[in-house]
């Protein structure tokens, strides 16, 4: 149940209207201890490469730019976390290295960074164009992220979705 409540002036008149979310909790937010994880830039740069099909210390780094201890950082964090796995690969006459493989919770992170890239492509792409655009592999068609609920319905309008308190919600004392 959705409960709205309002602030009366010293007229009468309604004044602010207090947001439910107020009371409620922010000590337990997912989405906060999601973005410890995911917050910084050079993370979400390294999850791009690695769905990009680039797995090995040495090519990020060329490629990206990313200082050697910042990747270092980014990727033993990840590895931490579950989102990342290393394997170990050998060539012939160097030492055993590792690359960097996307676990099943890794892998539950594309529709983010499709959502994501969406977003940069509509608001900040160049006048050329969007660098990248991922494709069904199936089909070709360009992917897109989009709303549904647990019934299946398309939520067309973004701001059909109501923020509700879930199970693990606690009140602000």
């Known amino acids: 149940m ?11 008149m309604v004044g602010h209207v207090t947001p439910p ?4 909790s922010v000590d337990n937010c997912t989405l906060a201890r999601a973005m410890e994880i995911l917050g910084e830039r050079w993370t ?7 769905f990009n099909g680039i797995r090995r210390f040495d090519d990020m780094r060329v490629r990206t730019g990313i200082p050697r201890q910042v990747l270092t950082n980014r990727l033993a964090m990840l590895v931490e976390h579950g989102v990342l796995r290393r394997e ?15 676990t099943e919770k890794g892998l539950d992170l594309y529709p983010m960074l499709i959502a994501v890239t969406e977003w940069g492509n509509r608001y900040l792409a160049d006048p050329e164009g969007p660098p990248i655009r991922y494709a069904h592999r199936d089909c070709g068609a ?13 939520v067309g309008d973004n701001r059909a979705v109501l923020p509700q308190p879930g199970p693990g919600a606690h009140r602000r004392t």
């Open 2 to 12: 959705l409960r709205l409540s309002t602030r009366l002036s010293l007229d009468g």
């Open 21 to 24: 979310a107020l009371e409620w």
């Open 44 to 50: 979400v740069v390294v999850l791009r490469d690695v």
């Open 88 to 102: 170990p690969y050998q060539e012939p006459g160097a030492r055993v290295r590792h690359e960097y493989r996307l």
């Open 142 to 154: 360009e992917m897109q992220v989009g709303l549904h609920c647990a019934d299946g319905h398309d």
